[in-house]
């Protein structure tokens, strides 16, 4: 088993991400695709030896590797679009009611991305009820709901927007919301 690197090339050029920005976001990236795939290789080989703590701290290292590879796919993904949500569209109608409005869910959601702390905010979707939840990660892998599925992916390490933005994170999410690509988040959304 070996992951590959997805080419994101195509999000260079996007309105306030410099190339630089996102250059080094894809470098990022490759580095968790390959760190993903050395420690599952590690973990083959080694001695399924629950007192050694070298396979102990490979295999909790596994979650953070794994999880910061797909998310950053989830994430660049979920970038690139060029036209605005239909706020009168099936998307715009299940955030509206699950938060009260449109409005209402787009504030909770960047005010989740605006918490101190490095992470991730996530628009889950329960694949049992069907909820949907905003939903802070810390690092990449705590927090995650079990069984949720990601509908939309906003990074807020810092590397996503440092470099464009200084210590103005509000600004950044702000430049997330005019590139989402709502067709993708449509064919997540059950
Ligand atoms: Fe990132």
Redesign the pocket.
Known sequence: MTYTAQDYGNLIGMEGFSETLLSN?FT??QGYVSNTNKLHELLSNKEKDATNPEYAELKRRFGFEFN?MR??EY?FENLGGKTPLDKQGSIAKKLAEAYGSYEAWEQDFKATGAMRGIGWTILYQDNVGGWLFNQWINEHEVGHLAGCKPILVM?V?E??FMTDYGLKRADYIAAFFKNINWSEVKSRLK
Do not use: E, R
């Open positions: 976001h990022l990236y910061g998310l950053h994430y990074d390490f590397h996503a």
